[in-house]
């Protein structure tokens, strides 16, 4: 087993990620040199901009998916979606429109960078309320947490999980981001790891510098837990079959 990738643009022409096959075929032959054995594919669901409709998202998942082993590359594919919240997500979901993570009951929900803490606290506990498990995308983003780590403790308590991604572990995305996601982690308040990669440039599929940094610094069991461990049980084990 190697490392899980839960939040990644890898499927072609889906969003602003990968463009095309090709693309997306490198980013996974990269992902395989970082070490990713397991990717969720997580195209934006964006209601008037990107429209990750499950039969679509399963679509290019298979069609990456073969060509991915027609190359020699043995990453797995599993189905997802990155949701920007708004009201009226439950109903949606329900009618099973939309990708959870790989058919679990947990789903990765996204807000603007400035939303206010209470418009996400009361958008999450929504979701859990009727039956999903909120997992907040990127923690780090948004300024109502960064100010106030205590608000992710709340997050989690409620029954939500933490996303934080690998390059702000490693200081790839600004001090504040760093310093905040390294808080998280001293307390163990983060739940997953995802590249959030788009492409072979700036966002990539990168883990191998991250998990040599939590092996550094923290205990082992907990870098496992975040690499991959919580995402097998949580999200792979009992998912869907694609």
């Known amino acids: 087993m190697g490392f899980v990738d839960i939040h990644s643009h890898i ?28 990717i969720i594919a997580t195209p934006h669901y964006k209601q008037g901009r990107y429209h990750a409709r499950r039969q ?13 082993m027609e190359q020699g590359i043995p990453v797995r594919l599993h189905p997802g979606t990155e949701i920007f919240y ?13 990708w959870t993570m790989n058919g679990t009951e947990y789903v990765l929900v996204e807000f603007l960078p400035l939303e206010e ?31 106030n780590t205590e608000r992710v403790r709340e997050i989690r308590e409620m029954g939500c999980r933490i996303q934080i991604n690998a390059g702000s572990v490693v200081g790839d995305f600004g001090r504040p981001a760093g310093r905040f996601v ?11 790891l995802g590249t959030d990669a ?3 440039r700036k966002r990539n599929p990168a883990m191998k510098k991250c998990a040599v940094y ?28 694609t």
Do not use: T
């Not at 090709?22 to 996974?28: I, P, Q």
């Not at 679509?56 to 991915?68: P, R, T």
């Open 11 to 38: 499927l072609p022409g889906m969003d602003d990620g990968a463009r095309d096959l090709d693309e997306a075929l490198g980013m996974l032959d990269m992902a395989w040199e970082e070490g990713i054995s397991d």
């Open 56 to 68: 679509a998202v399963l679509e290019q998942l298979e069609l990456l998916q073969d060509a991915a």
């Open 86 to 98: 708004r009201g009226g997500l439950e109903e949606k979901l329900d009618r099973g429109g939309l």
């Open 117 to 147: 803490y209470p418009y996400i606290r009361n958008s999450l506990d929504g979701l859990l309320g009727m039956g999903y498990r909120p997992v907040l995308a990127h923690a780090e983003r948004y300024r109502c947490l960064l100010k």
């Open 182 to 192: 390294r808080e998280l982690l001293r307390r163990q308040m983060a739940d997953y």
């Open 198 to 200: 788009h492409d072979l």
């Open 214 to 241: 939590l092996y550094r610094k923290y205990s082992p069991e907990y870098a496992d837990a975040l690499l991959f461990g919580n995402a097998v049980s949580d999200l792979l084990e009992g998912g869907a079959a």
